[in-house]
Structures are given as C-alpha cells and as structure tokens.
C-alpha cells in the first residue's frame, strides 16, 4: 500500500526529544507525503484519548496510521486506525463486546520507543475505564500492526528507571506465557528463548544503556510479545489492571513488584512448579521467583505496592474492589486457580512486600 497521508501517534515529548518524529517527517515528506502528527497520549490512556485522535483523523483523512513511543502510544493508534475505519461504532460498546475482526482501509505501522509493551506484534489493546477505575485488555486481528520496526538506537534515550520497568514488562510476558494453560511448542520455545535473553541482558541495558544491550533487550522482548500473542498471560496482569485503572500506575512498574509473588504462588501447581523450574535452570538458578526478586532489586526496583506509591489508605479503603477487579482478566486463566479470599492473601502480600520466603 502507498501512503499519501500519514497519521504519526505519539505520547509526550521523548520522541520528539530524542528525534524521532522529525526522522520521520523527513522521511515522508521527502517524498511528498503528507504527515500529521497527533501527540500527547498519555500513560494508561483513557477512553478520550482515542476519541480525540479520531477527530484529528477525521479533519486529516489519513491512510495510514503510525504508533511510535511506548505501549500506551502503539496501543492508541491500534485503537484510532480501527475505529476510524469502522466509524459506526461506540468504543465503549465495542471494547467490551468484541472489536471488528477485520481493517481494511488504513494500513497500520507501529515503531517501539521502548523495550516492554511489544504492542508492535500483538493483537491486543488496553484501554482505561475511568468510571470502572479498571485497565481492560481487548483482542483482535485487527489490531495487528502490518508493519512493526524495531529501531535500538531509538531506546538509547529511555532513562534507566524505563529500561528497567518495560524490561521486566517483558520479562513477565514471557513467564506468564510459559506457564500459561493454552501455551503450545512454539509460544513455549520463544518465551523460554526471551526469558534467558532477558536475563542475560537486561542488568546491562538498564545500568550500561549501551547499544548492543538495548538491541538484544529491544529483540527479546518482541519475541516474548510473539509468545503472549499466542497463548496469553495470567495473575501478574490481571493484578497490574486492577491497580493501573485505580491508582494510574506504570504496568511494567506493577508486573516487576507482584511477578516473584506470582511465581511462589502458581509454585502451588505441579505442572507451572515443572515450568519454572525448567526456566530456572535456563538462567543457571535454583529458584526462578528469588531469581527474578533479585533481578528487580539489582535494576531498583522496589520490592512493594506501597514504596512505588499506592496509598495505604486507598489500598485499604478500595480493597475488595481491587479484589475483584484482580480476578478478572488475565486471572481468570491463571495456571492455578485464584479465589476471592487467595486474592486478598496475595495483594496484601504484593502491598507490603512480604510473603516471598
């Protein structure tokens, strides 16, 4: 498909700082393209968000759509370019009933900033419900980028603290994957190859910043969102919405903390105790959850809900509603089964960092 006019998705400034849009303006206007780019798309984007780039669609008439940042970002512009096309529709409706299956007009590129989401190769997309204060995940072949670049140099600019969260972001991707019940061969070996990847890499990524990391890091975890895309996640998700719609927290952030508590608690299942094994001894541990503790200690990462900033009153005050909310979504395919009162055991352990002996 040619391009004519061009619709560039982005979120704040990070893009723009590091030269990225202007590469691309450069690109396409060399060549007589037309280029609009719509920025400002928040972290855990709200309903709005996608509605409002929609509008600027709209005055612009693109043909193409282009994604570059984060998650938050790629995830928008999946959104934009389908509801754009399928105009008949009411996001909200839609997302909770079931996106179209198909998009055909807008051709659809996505360009990771950074090393995490790897919403470039997924079909999923994850919109905030202000009024649920909940993240909820949508599924569509549609939303599958037609084109994803992956450019490392554009990842030297995130700062440390980024690397790390997207990083581990990844890392749980690719965990949750192998343990997850529908998993098959091929999902299982990209995920263990991302797991070992990832732990080889990503300490030097976060503390180094250097270029050969960043590139391993940045391909690693593609391959751990082509395994998810395939099989699916779990607890650690379903858990990371909950808290992300109500307190607007990072996702990779909020895997990182809860994802050695998942593991010790699905350790309760013969067979995902069998899978994490095995990924233990790819990385050369004897425990995969004190492995990936660890890991999150070395990149500072802090070890609990409450020291990445989830209010004590809050927490407590909104209890069984972040219980509630937690058992839905990825949960419901947990390797082991979750109950409510399971549920409350664990987000007061992930709360206060205890639990993990």
């Known amino acids: 498909m040619v391009s004519k006019r061009v619709f560039v998705v982005t979120g704040g400034q990070s893009m723009f700082a590091n030269g990225t849009i202007a590469k691309i303006e450069a690109i396409f206007r060399a060549r007589d393209i037309e280029v609009l780019v719509h920025s400002g798309v928040p972290a855990n984007p709200p309903v709005s968000a996608v509605s409002d780039g929609i509008k600027a669609m709209r005055q612009f008439a693109p043909d193409t759509v282009i994604g570059v940042g984060g998650g938050a970002a790629m995830d928008a512009a999946k959104l934009m370019a389908l509801f754009y096309e399928h105009a008949d529709l ?20 996505c360009i990771p900033g ?22 909820i995940g949508a599924r569509a072949p549609s939303l599958v980028a037609d084109l994803a670049i992956l450019d490392a140099e554009i990842t030297l600019s995130m700062p440390s603290h980024v690397a790390a969260e997207t990083g581990v972001d990844a890392l749980t991707h690719a965990i949750e994957c192998f343990t997850n019940p529908a998993v098959e061969e091929f999902a299982s070996c990209l995920a ?6 990832l732990f080889a890499h990503l300490e030097s990524s976060v503390l180094n910043g250097d270029i050969d990391s960043r590139e391993k890091v940045h391909h690693f975890q593609c391959m751990a969102g082509c395994a998810f895309s395939n099989a699916g996640t779990g607890l650690d998700h379903g858990v990371a919405h909950a ?16 994802l050695p ?39 500072g990462i ?13 927490f407590e005050q909104d209890f069984e509603m972040l ?8 949960t419901r395919v947990n390797p082991a089964p ?20």
């Open 90 to 109: 009411d996001i909200e409706t839609a997302f909770r009933t079931g996106l179209p299956q198909e998009r055909q007009k807008i051709q659809l590129i």
């Open 243 to 258: 808290f992300g719609g109500r307190f607007g927290l990072g996702h990779g952030l909020l895997n990182a903390v809860a």
């Open 261 to 299: 508590h998942v593991i010790r608690f699905n350790s309760r299942d013969p067979w995902a105790r069998q899978r994490y094994d095995y990924l233990a001894r790819r990385i050369g541990a004897s425990d995969l959850a004190t492995a990936v503790f660890s890991l999150t200690q070395s990149l």
């Open 338 to 357: 979750v109950s409510a009162d399971d549920m409350r055991v664990f987000l007061r352990n992930v709360f206060s960092g205890t639990g993990l002996a």
């Open 302 to 314: 802090p070890g609990s809900f409450a020291a990445i900033g989830v209010p004590q009153e809050a």
């Open 192 to 197: 263990a190859g991302a797991v070992e990847g």
């Open 114 to 135: 950074t090393s995490g989401t790897a919403s470039e190769v997924t079909p999923f997309a994850v919109l905030t419900f202000a009024a649920d204060q909940l993240k």
């Open 323 to 330: 219980v509630e909310n937690s058992l839905k979504g990825s």
